[in-house]
């Protein structure tokens, strides 16, 4: 029992980082209605500056944390009003989408920067052991991290509830309308709290990087962890959140000292984040805007003219091309694929999944294991693996059934989390060292390898890029994209329509991973050794961000933004017009990402899309789009010039409409003449309505039967109702 009590205050470090971030996480989210996926990398930001300032410069400790403090405070302050405050009306899916990208652009700055090995950092706390009672003893640094953490929970609930600041944040959380009206500024309580949660992340990784050594995504990855105490929390309780994140800590502890199962200690977190949300089944409160702007979505048809351009262009440039680039290409034509389920899942059916990619390595995991453990042919295992990727989306989706939004997010993302550290990081699963050995891919006997045939295999995955667009086109344009779309719209009112919600969201999972799996195959197999190490979460996210700059809603935006992944067509330009422009990939996507949701929601396809309608509606082929009168028009018989047709005129004179004895229109004559604007003003009751039916009837009886230009005359009379000469000269 002593034995499991002393590994049991082991996790008092790894708990207290839990415990400060869940609280930065809520403080933001109280004070904004967001759920900040990139509390990890704005902190880590701050701690790698107080490390430079400490071990580098020679600064005090002190005088080092407080700077690097004030850097994470004055990150997150910015992220609100530079990013978050513009898009304060932008749907859920674009402003979880922009916290990813300032991730993506913090995390890749911090790489160029410091890069991304693990440092050892001594700690400034006194690592002394104190012995409790007999055997059992902890360090010092643990009980002041515990004493730290339970510290910030108190004051934090203490100033939430009591103080000024506190309750301002409470009114403008509950309506943002009503608090500005009392003269509360929504902007400036939100720039408070994004500093202030973004310094006390800070703070929790300046003190607990001496034990999980300092590393830039090992700080991101532990805050994504932190979710399940916030989530336990409810996002409100700060002493709930705290409780529950030194309860993770020692449980990951205990989880990796008696279970001998590699990965689940660090899956922890992640499955008790899926158990919360599934069995909680209530969603989060969101500030949403009933104008909410969602990403506008394509029609789905494939253009043949332009996708048998886009063909003979890859394939001659992977026919002519040298290996570097048909691999570029290649890697494009993979990544699009995997963006393609992001487009059917995301963009048609308005689920956010942080997983995909994931579910690509997944895909890839079992072709590769039939391939290098059974012998089973390339094409056969690859069908099997997008096979076995269905049933792997259908449990995705079943969180899905009482998720959505932020929710479903952070689910698929503990879902993908969890596969990636018990499988993919395993080798006692993946081939050891070594990884799988898959060899040469073949195809019908034809050795289609990358190695030493790179155009074969590029060209098969663009059959199978093709294959993928075809599918997807096909479900957009048929009756299950139209329910996918009703249900992005609103689900209360498809499922008032009669459409089967859960079952639609079954079906977009589903086939979306096999999509999904397809691309991670074709990825997988463009080397002889896979390694699944590189199937990550921070990935999918990085994908899950392409996708949107791309264009989500777009079947050409899966390619456009498959063009900006790592290794792929744009980094290979880069890298040959630039040397070392590698490293700069992925800050580039960030600000890419940032930028588009900024500017152009719908991403880029959306945007080539507008203006070639506009330069098509301008300008045709080179000539003007207008008509002109001589190239339509008909020649006389006789030769002769032609000439205007003379302007015909609508007269109505003496119009009585009567209904029985009351006279509505009494003796009522008028002109109507081509190129005048005839106006009819007068009391209710006064007969404007009955005289406009009566002039429209006779018009449309003179238009009937008036074929010349000689005057014409009719009249209509009715005992009962109405006397009425009409004239046309």
């Known amino acids: 029992m002593d034995e499991v009590i002393r590994f ?11 415990a400060l971030a869940s609280q930065g996480l809520i403080v933001v989210y109280r004070g904004t209605g967001v759920l900040n996926f990139s509390l990890g990398a704005t902190a880590i930001a701050g701690v790698f500056l107080q490390w430079e300032l400490q071990h580098r410069a020679g600064w005090p400790f002190l005088l080092a944390a407080l700077t690097g403090v004030a850097l994470s405070a004055l990150l997150g302050a910015l992220t609100h009003w530079v990013i978050m405050r513009p898009l304060r009306r932008a749907s859920t899916l674009i402003r979880v989408i922009a916290t990813l990208g300032v991730l993506i652009l913090i995390q890749a700055g911090v790489v160029i920067r410091y890069g991304s090995n693990a440092r050892q950092v001594a ?12 055997e059992v003893a902890i360090t010092v640094d643990r009980l002041i991290l515990f004493g730290v953490a339970c510290a910030f929970a108190v004051v934090l609930w203490a100033m939430y509830r009591r103080s000024h600041f506190g309750l301002a944040t409470e009114a403008v959380s509950e309506s943002e309308r009503a608090a500005s009206a009392i003269g509360l500024s ?20 300046i003190l607990v990087v001496p034990i999980i050594t300092l590393q830039v995504t090992a700080m991101t990855s532990l805050v994504l962890a ?39 200690g660090q899956s922890l977190p992640f499955l008790v984040i899926v158990a919360v949300l599934v069995f909680k089944g209530r969603s989060l409160p969101s500030r949403d805007y009933f104008l909410r702007e969602l990403p506008m979505i394509g029609n789905g048809r494939m253009s043949w003219d332009w996708t048998i351009f886009g063909i003979g262009t890859v ?17 494009t034509m993979g990544v699009s694929i995997v963006l393609l389920s992001i487009v059917l899942l995301t963009g048609y059916a308005g689920q956010l999944s942080l997983a995909q990619y994931t579910i690509a390595g997944f895909g890839a995991y079992v072709s590769g294991r039939l391939v290098a453990v059974f012998d089973i042919p390339f094409l056969l295992a690859l069908v099997i693996g997008v096979a076995a990727a269905v049933p792997l989306g259908f449990i995705f ?79 957009r344009r048929g009756r299950s994209g139209r329910r996918l779309l009703a249900i992005r719209t609103n689900e209360r009112a498809a ?52 996708a949107i700059v791309g264009g989500v809603g777009h079947l050409l935006g899966a390619f456009v933004g498959a063009t900006m992944a790592t290794a792929a067509f744009s980094q290979e330009v880069l890298e040959s017009t630039w040397d070392g422009v590698g490293r700069w990939t992925q800050l580039i996507s960030g600000i890419a990402i940032l930028l588009m949701v900024l500017g152009y929601k719908d991403g880029v396809a959306a945007e080539w899309v507008k203006i070639f309608r506009l330069v098509k509606r301008a300008r045709k082929w080179g000539r003007s789009y207008f008509i002109e009168l001589e190239d339509v028009s008909e020649q006389n018989a006789d030769g002769s010039e032609q000439s205007r047709v003379p302007a015909r005129v609508l007269s109505i004179e003496n119009m009585t409409v009567r209904y029985g004895a009351v006279v509505a229109v009494n003796d009522v004559s008028f002109n109507l003449t081509p190129g005048t604007i005839t106006g009819l003003i007068g009391p209710n009751g006064a007969g404007k309505t009955t005289l406009k039916t009566c002039g429209r009837t006779c018009a449309i009886w003179w238009r009937r039967r008036t074929r010349r230009s000689r005057p014409r005359s009719c009249g209509r009379s009715s005992s009962s109702s109405s006397t009425a000469t009409c004239t046309a000269t």
């Open 186 to 205: 929504p902007n400036a309580i939100a720039i408070q709290n994004w500093a202030l949660g973004s310094a006390i992340a800070a703070v929790a990784g």
């Open 226 to 264: 932190a979710l399940a105490a916030a989530l336990v929390g409810d996002f409100r309780s700060f002493p709930i959140a705290t409780a529950t994140g030194l309860a993770l800590g020692i449980g990951q502890t205990l989880v990796g000292r008696y279970v001998d199962q590699q990965g689940l």
């Open 8 to 18: 049991a205050l082991l996790g008092f470090g790894v708990g207290a980082l839990y």
């Open 123 to 134: 700690s400034w706390l006194p690592t002394n052991r104190v012995t409790l009672w007999g």
């Open 495 to 546: 499922t008032a329509l009669g459409i089967d919600v859960p079952k639609a969201k079954l079906f977009a999972f589903s086939l979306s991973s096999a999509i999904a799996a397809l691309g991670g195959i074709v990825l997988a197999f463009r080397l002889t050794s896979v390694s699944y190490t590189s199937f990550t979460n921070l990935t999918s996210i990085l994908f899950v961000g392409l």
């Open 315 to 331: 394939a001659f440039l992977m026919l002519t091309k040298q290996a570097k680039w048909i691999d570029a290409l290649t890697v």
């Open 397 to 475: 989706a079943l969180p899905a059934a009482r998720t959505r939004g932020i929710n479903l997010a952070i689910v698929t993302l503990g879902l993908g989390t969890t596969i990636e550290l018990m499988l993919f990081r395993n080798r006692q699963y993946t081939g050891g060292v070594q990884g799988t050995q898959v060899g040469s891919p073949e195809l019908f006997g034809l050795d289609i390898g990358s190695i030493r045939y790179p155009e074969r295999y590029g060209m098969f995955v663009l059959a199978m890029a093709l294959l993928a667009v075809w599918v997807v086109s096909n479900v």
